[in-house]
């Protein structure tokens, strides 16, 4: 309190937890009188936490002050100055705190666990209310809880083989050696499950801390970056009549519903010559003339099937092609294989067709649209899987306006069920011992596990996976009524250590061996 006792002098200590106004002074060891003392802050607000029950597990003194950059400066500066005077000078050195240094004295005075610290950082940087939500439900320890019983079960589980190690020469254990290590390996299962289940909801979750990569594929001109441009809500990317105009990769980032997602309008996908186009339903007769593909498109044609492979979601976006005697959906061979690439590596797709303001130039109808491209997707194989998920949207009624309607070119719509697909997406999967029965609601929330977590509990099921084998290998090459069955119960015993090393690094605590390596960049952040 000798900071205090400077800044203002002659007055009682604020009590514990209660804000109190004072009058902050600039320290002068020379002047007795307070009435001849610089005033620094008339009217600051102080508060006064005495450990251990702090945010850092120490006393705290919090001065808030009025917000200019002179007074700020001006109490800076006499905080130094008073710890330094003679009459209350206490050998303490002034300084200010390093990036993240308040919180590492909250891991090492036990106030905070690294789950709850990356959970901190995660409220810290949140955008978008998924964002939000993700990192407030990781704030209420319940991640470091359930690591930590998990480590409490590997060590009971480790506890009961070593016992066999030591006192096996010893003891009669009822058991033989090979039936207690399947009692422990069914208990090790279900953690095994519940491990796997914390996997796939720390990738669920990353998907809203980092955001859902979306890709826009389409042929040149199909109006992928007019949606662009809709869905952000500005002219992000250039929009002509002249097909081909997108070269490289535009990424655009922009909440939606909630959800952070990362847009990619792609260049257009086509091939050099007319025998590369054709119908949804196949025809190739009416195929558009089409210029040589020269060296920069060729490169965006590449990049556009690099990103749209790596992307979360794939948006296929697709024309209405309208004439006086005809009506055709085009899917050219470049565009087809792509869309057959994606569906081989199970990503989610969906498919927008664009430009039915053509069809009331025309006069046609658009369930007319609808059913012939049904039709189409039943016999083609690779768009058969969009047959649920296709839209139907103009963008040029989108882009005027229509006073009419109250969601014109029906972008709205889309956008409804586009949060609705991330929804699924994000949606956790149980992670208790009915991981594989039972559906999870809002009660729990476990999807707030972070990369380095994820990282551990895979290393964590891989300790898990070798101590499972060595079970199977066990029972494949013994017979478990013979009292001597050769298990090696050292090698069983280790999978569990290093199991439960790996779940003890997440939180810091433990057994956790050498976790200062990782303690710098959690702190940083």
């Not at 995660?122 to 809880?145: G, H």
């Amino acid at each position: 309190m000798a900071i205090y006792e400077a800044l203002c002098p002659g007055r009682p200590l604020p009590k514990p937890r209660k804000a109190t106004l004072r009058t902050l002074y600039d320290p002068c060891p020379d002047i007795k009188d307070k009435s001849l003392l610089d005033v620094l802050d008339p009217g600051a607000l102080l508060l006064y936490f005495p450990g251990p029950r702090t945010v850092t597990g120490e006393d705290v003194l919090e001065l808030h002050v009025h917000g200019g950059p002179a007074i700020v400066k001006a109490v800076l500066g006499a905080i130094s100055k008073a710890i330094n005077t003679p009459s209350h000078s206490s050998g303490h050195v002034v300084r200010y705190a390093e990036p993240g240094e308040f919180t590492r004295r909250a891991f090492y005075n036990n106030r905070l666990d690294l789950a709850e610290i990356e959970a901190l950082g995660d409220t810290l940087t949140a955008d978008t209310e998924q964002q939000r939500r993700l990192a407030v439900n990781s704030t209420n320890n319940s991640l470091a809880k359930r690591y930590e019983a998990w480590r409490q079960q590997l060590l009971h589980a480790r506890g009961e083989l070593e016992a066999l190690i030591d006192f096996s020469e010893d003891q009669h254990f009822e058991e033989s050696p090979t039936k207690l290590v399947t009692s422990v390996a069914k208990q090790v299962e279900q953690l095994r499950l519940q491990v796997q289940a914390s996997i796939q909801n720390a990738s669920r979750g990353e998907l809203l801390r980092s955001g859902i990569s979306i890709a826009l594929l389409g042929a040149p001109n199909a109006g992928k970056s007019s949606l662009l441009n809709l869905i952000v809500g500005r002219e992000a990317a250039i929009v002509s009549k002249e097909a081909g105009t997108t070269r490289d990769v535009v990424e655009i980032g922009v909440d939606v519903g909630g959800y952070y997602c990362r847009f990619s309008d792609l260049a257009g996908l086509r091939g050099g010559s007319p025998q590369d186009f054709s119908s949804a339903d196949g025809d190739s007769s009416r195929a558009p003339c089409m210029s040589e593909i020269g060296g920069v498109e060729e490169e965006g044609i590449r990049r556009a099937k690099e990103q749209a492979l790596a992307a979360d979601v794939v948006i296929v976006v697709l024309q209405v092609e309208v004439t006086e005697k005809s009506l055709d959906i085009k899917v050219n061979s470049e565009l087809r294989a792509t869309i057959a690439k994606c569906h081989e590596r199970r990503q989610k797709m969906l498919c927008v067709v664009n430009k039915l303001d053509l069809l009331r130039e025309h006069g046609y109808d658009r369930r007319r649209v609808r059913q012939k491209f049904r039709r189409s997707v039943r016999l083609d194989p690779d768009l058969r899987t969009m047959e649920d998920e296709v839209f139907y949207v103009s963008c040029e009624d989108a882009r005027q306006g229509r006073e009419t309607l109250s969601d014109p070119g029906r972008i709205q719509y889309f956008l409804r069920c586009l949060t609705r697909v991330f929804e699924k997406m994000t949606s956790a999967v149980a992670v208790d011992s009915e991981c594989n029965s039972r559906r999870l609601g809002t009660l729990e929330r476990p999807l707030g596990a972070t990369e380095r977590q994820r990282l551990l509990l895979q290393r964590c099921l891989h300790h898990l996976n070798a101590f499972v084998f060595q079970v199977e290998l066990s029972r494949g090459q013994t017979d478990t009524n013979k009292p001597n069955a050769d298990i090696d119960v050292v090698l069983a015993a280790e999978s569990l250590r290093a199991a439960a090393v790996c779940l003890a690094k997440i939180t810091g605590k433990g057994e956790s061996g050498d976790v200062e390596e990782v303690l710098g960049v959690v702190f940083e952040k």
